[in-house]
């Protein structure tokens, strides 16, 4: 089956730091994203990673373990605008490299 | 750059009638995908898209719902006849090619209510 959990809400202060954690069992693994959605907006591109390790893009990092079906999403410095939620994606290795989704962290930014 | 365009940005119509959606991809982006997300869940495949042809459609639920790409364009999801269940938020997808981290881009979605 394919399974990916994550928190359903989190909580932070403007300026602090915040995990975001995601594991996941899947069939199928040839990479894991990270999408930022703000309510009723696109769920835009954040980060990927395909080989265990941080991936290091400004305020955005994402890590990845394969072996233990781990990832996070690590925000530094908070800002009010990065209230949103967080969605955790596996990509399939089948031929049409579908996205399987987490059910998403909503992300409360307060100040 | 325009992105991947969703049209409508909502729709309301009764059990029993036909909805189409219609999603318009970045130019030039071979892969089209349609995802849908009903309330409380998370967002799920429907079916996949490279130029005219369905790569993949395992993820759609059943028989009313049928997905076009005419011409390799834009693409439209129809649902017909519409039942309550189908009510949700659907979301278009485009990527270039499959290359490994190129990520797709997604539309707004086009919020649907059966009612």
């Known amino acids: 089956g394919q399974n990916i959990d994550q928190p359903t809400e989190m909580t932070a202060t403007e300026g602090a730091i915040v995990q975001i954690n995601c594991t996941y069992q899947t069939s199928g693994f040839n990479g894991l994203f990270w999408y930022q959605q703000h309510a009723g907006e696109a769920p835009t591109f954040l980060s990927y990673?395909?080989?265990?390790g941080l991936e290091e893009k400004g305020r955005f990092s994402s890590f990845l373990s394969r072996s233990k079906g781990y990832s996070y999403l690590l925000l530094k410095e908070l800002q009010m605008k990065d209230s949103a939620s967080y969605l955790c994606?596996?990509?399939?290795?089948?031929?049409?490299?579908?996205?399987?989704f987490g059910s998403g962290t909503r992300l409360l930014v307060r100040p | 750059e325009a992105g991947v365009t969703q049209f409508p940005s909502h729709s309301v119509i009764e059990k029993g009638q036909t909805v189409t959606l219609r999603c318009d991809p970045i130019s030039g982006h071979d892969n089209l995908y349609w995802y849908r997300r009903v309330m409380g869940k998370e967002i799920k495949f429907l079916l996949h898209f490279v130029k005219e042809s369905k790569q993949d459609e395992s993820g759609m639920p059943n028989n009313r719902f049928l997905a076009e790409r005419t011409g390799g364009t834009y693409s439209t999801l129809k649902v017909q006849p519409a039942e309550l269940e189908d009510s949700g938020v659907y979301f278009c997808?485009?990527?270039?090619?499959?290359?490994?981290?190129?990520?797709?881009?997604f539309g707004q979605g086009t919020r649907l209510t059966v009612v």
């Open positions: 997808a485009s990527s270039q090619d499959q290359m490994a981290g190129r990520e797709a881009f």
């Open positions: 990673n395909v080989l265990d």
């Open positions: 994606a596996v990509r399939d290795l089948g031929s049409s490299y579908k996205l399987i």
